[in-house]
C-alpha cells in the first residue's frame, strides 16, 4: 500500500509539470498560480486551481496535458518506475468546471471555494463573450 501512495504521489508531481499555461493579452500577466491536487482512494486525483491575473482579458488559454504520447508502456519491473512509462499518465480528464473570485475576495488556497461568477461551457465563443469558455479536445494519441 506504501508504494501505491508513493507512485500516486509521485504522478501528482509529475502531472503538475505537464500542466502549461498561457494567457493571451497584451502587457498582463498570471501573477500568482495556486494549485489543490488531492489524490482520491481510487487512483485518481482532484486538481483545484486558481490563478490571480491582473490587468484586462477577452479570454485565457489553459492547456493541461495528462497524457505524455512518447511514454512506453509499463510493465511492471522496477526500472519502470523512475523511466518514462504509462503508468504516470492520466486516462480522461471530466469535470471540467471555471469559476472567477474576485482578487479582494482570495487570499490564499483555501479561499477558492469563494465563487462569483459561475462560467457556461459553450461550444463556440466569441470576442467580448462573457460567462462562457470553450472546451476543446485535442488528443493526438487517438
Known sequence: MKKIRIIL???AVILTFFLTDKVFASEEETRL????????QDGSI???EA??????????LRDIEYKNIYSTTFTGIYSNF????????GSDIKDIKVYDISQENFNSIDDINKVE????EVR???????????????????
Do not use: H, M, P
Open 33 to 40: 498560480l495556486y494549485q489543490d491536487i488531492t489524490i482520491n
Open 46 to 48: 482532484t486538481v483545484k
Open 124 to 142: 463556440s465563443a466569441s470576442n467580448g463573450d462573457y460567462g462562457v469558455y470553450e472546451l476543446t479536445d485535442n488528443r493526438l494519441w487517438c
Open 9 to 11: 504521489i509521485f504522478f
Open 117 to 120: 461568477t459561475t462560467y457556461k
Open 82 to 89: 523512475a523511466g518514462n512509462t504509462d503508468i504516470y499518465d
Open 51 to 60: 490563478a490571480w491575473l491582473n490587468g484586462e482579458y477577452n479570454g485565457r
